[in-house]
């Protein structure tokens, strides 16, 4: 399901891309030493996946795609470390949730809202392709098919900022993470909706319904559709 943290592969369309993308090149590594000898996760309390994108942020991000979920926050720091001059930054769609198990223990959990994902901005394309092999858990960055082949490669898939910054207020301001969906699918609706109360009040985007359930739908960039679960009363006609 959507949102559960042991959600270990993305979407059948997505690893047809994944396959397609071949790394040409491998240079001395910039990772550092010391950061292969990591455990393998983060510093327990420790979030770096939650970090806040800057609202007056802009320009483009890439996607590293992960050998497993578990290995987000780890991967996370390697990539910041790595470019810590240029200011790389990464963002994963994700929300801290309090979860109650069967015997009744509670316990605060991380959901992802698109498994295996880190969005990372500040290196450059030819950056990205040649160091992902010294990267550990990192198994490649999202290629764009649609985009022409540069040097004989894929050229990488991009996210705008706004398109991000959009996501994380969706995020911010649902109940639950099972509430927003990605799908690389293309959704067909006829009809475009707006949130005219509550707190997703201003978010527009295609009216989309399964399951007797309501979606307010809206493109992350090429990447596919973010589907957010919304009462059709809080919502109008555009």
Known sequence: ?????????????????????????????????????????????THLCNTPLDPEGTGEWYVAILDHQKYTDTCCEYITKC???????????????????????KRMVTKYVIPRFIFVTGITENQAYTVVPEWPHVSMF????????????????????????????????????DDVTFSPDQLQFDEQIKVVRGDLKGLEGGYYKSDDNDY?????????????????????LK
Request: charged letters at 25%; aromatic letters at 4%.
């Open 216 to 236: 307010l739908v809206f493109m992350l960039g090429k990447l596919g559709n973010i589907k957010v679960r919304v009462s059709i009363r809080d919502c109008a």
């Open 142 to 177: 999202l290629p764009d098919r649609a985009r022409a082949r540069v040097y004989g490669r894929l050229a990488l898939a991009k996210v705008m900022h706004r398109d991000l910054l959009k996501l994380q207020h969706v995020i911010d301001n649902i109940p639950s993470a």
């Open 1 to 45: 399901m959507p949102g559960d943290e042991r959600i270990t592969a993305v979407s059948d369309s997505t690893e047809t891309m994944a396959k397609e993308s071949t790394i040409q090149s491998r240079k001395t590594s910039v990772v550092p030493e010391a950061l292969h000898k990591s455990s393998g996760s983060a510093v327990p309390g």
């Open 83 to 105: 470019f810590q001059e240029q200011h790389c930054t990464c963002y994963v769609p994700c929300k801290q949730e309090m979860h109650v198990y069967a015997n009744r223990t």
